[in-house]
């Protein structure tokens, strides 16, 4: 017990000395992704589960970017951030989807799960990011209640 002590101890020493430069990667690359107009193209719809895909030249990235930023890209971090930013803006297309599921079946597909992470590939220059259909939901509610708020607070 005390050797597994220890071994915790000196990897905490060892993460307090890490160079404030990894954090400056994350910046980067979400500034490169932020700068970038990324058109997203829905690859994949099956049992709730989403596909989708980005050109890795779109995200405002070259493939010495990706060998730079790999740990970062790869992490939950990024990974969750770029996915959620790229649904957002592009709602209208994702809540497309939405409206093709058979009514019988919606309540399994949408509300039987919860959408938790994002997951990502890169396969031929692409990004491809996949994820549940029940944070589209979840956005158009967000949107719903604001919108309620709103009207409640002016009248």
Not at 62 to 84: P, T
């Amino acid at each position: 017990m005390d050797d597994y002590i220890k071994s915790i101890k000196e990897q905490v020493k060892t993460q307090e000395n890490i160079e404030p430069k990894h954090l400056s990667n994350y910046r980067d690359l979400f500034l490169k992704f932020i700068k970038s107009d990324a058109k997203v193209k829905i690859e994949k719809i099956k049992d709730g589960d989403v596909t989708f895909s980005i050109a890795i030249k779109d995200m405002g990235l070259n493939y010495q970017d990706i060998q730079k930023y790999r740990s970062e890209i790869f992490s939950h971090l990024a990974v969750n951030f770029i996915g959620e930013v790229l649904v957002r803006e592009n709602i209208n297309e994702f809540a497309n989807i939405l409206t093709k599921i058979d009514k019988n079946r919606y309540a399994d597909v949408v509300n039987g799960f919860e959408h938790k992470k994002f997951g990502l590939k890169i396969n031929r220059n692409r990004f491809n990011f996949c994820f549940h259909i029940s944070l589209v939901q979840s956005i158009l509610n967000e949107g719903f209640r604001r919108e309620v708020r709103r009207k409640m607070e002016r009248s």
